[in-house]
C-alpha cells in the first residue's frame, strides 16, 4: 500500500539541529521528497533524494536515508526562527508508466523557541 | 518566470452550490497535477494531466468532482454540488517533463482554500 507516516509535531530552540524523521511504504519508489509549507503559503520543494543515494547534503539541510528500513530523516543544522513550518516528506509513485504522483505524510510542524 | 497561480486564493459557498477552481502552470509544463489538503486527511492527490489528458482519474473522491485542460496549459477543477466535507485547500502542480526517469519535480501553486458552508 502507499502510506507515509511523520511525527506531528517537533519543538525546537533557535540555534539547535532538528531531526524530522519519516517511513514510506513503497520500495519502488525513485525520489524522495521533502517540502516546507509556511502558514498561507504553497509548498516549497526543499530537497529530494534519489533512492540509490544514502545521504545528501545541502547547506544546512542533510538528508538521509536508509532504504532498507523505508526511513527518512531531515535534518536542518542551526535552526532558525524562519525555519518554522510544516514539513512534508513524500515518496514518488509511477503511475501507469507514464509520470509521478507523490504520496505525502501528514506534516511535521516544527517549532522554533527564540 | 513566473510560478504556478491559483485563483481564487479562498472561495466560500453554500451547501449544494457548484464551484470552479483555476490553475495555471508554468509556462511550458506539460504535466499538471491536483491535490488536496484537509483537516485529518492530509495531502491527497486527485488527478493529473499529461498535455491536455488525464489518464488516471482514480484519485478524484466522487463523480461530483471533474477536471479539465485546455490547450496544454489552464486547468480548472469543478466540484459540483459541494458539500460540506469537500471543504479543504486545493492545490495544484505542474512539472516539466512527466518522465519516469526524471526528478519529475513539482512545483506546487499557493492553492486555493475552500470552505462550504
Known sequence: GEDVEQSLFLSVREGDSSVINCTYTDSSSTYLYWYKQEPGAGLQLLTYIFSNMDMKQDQRLTVLLNKKDKHLSLRIADTQTGDSAIYFCAESINLNGATNKLIFGTGTLLAVQP | ?117
Do not use: M
Open chain 2, 1 to 117: 518566470g513566473a510560478g504556478v497561480s491559483q485563483s481564487p486564493s479562498n472561495k466560500v459557498t453554500e451547501k449544494g452550490k457548484d464551484v470552479e477552481l483555476r490553475c495555471d502552470p508554468i509556462s511550458g509544463h506539460t504535466a499538471l497535477y491536483w491535490y488536496r489538503q484537509s483537516l485529518g486527511q492530509g495531502l491527497e492527490f486527485l488527478i493529473y494531466f499529461q498535455g491536455n489528458s488525464a489518464p488516471d482519474k482514480s484519485g478524484l473522491p466522487s463523480d461530483r468532482f471533474s477536471a479539465e485542460r485546455t490547450g496544454g496549459s489552464v486547468s480548472t477543477l469543478t466540484i459540483q454540488r459541494t458539500q460540506q466535507e469537500d471543504s479543504a485547500v486545493y492545490l495544484c502542480a505542474s512539472s516539466l517533463v512527466p518522465l519516469v526517469s526524471s526528478t519529475d519535480t513539482q512545483y506546487f501553486g499557493p492553492g486555493t482554500r475552500l470552505t462550504v458552508l
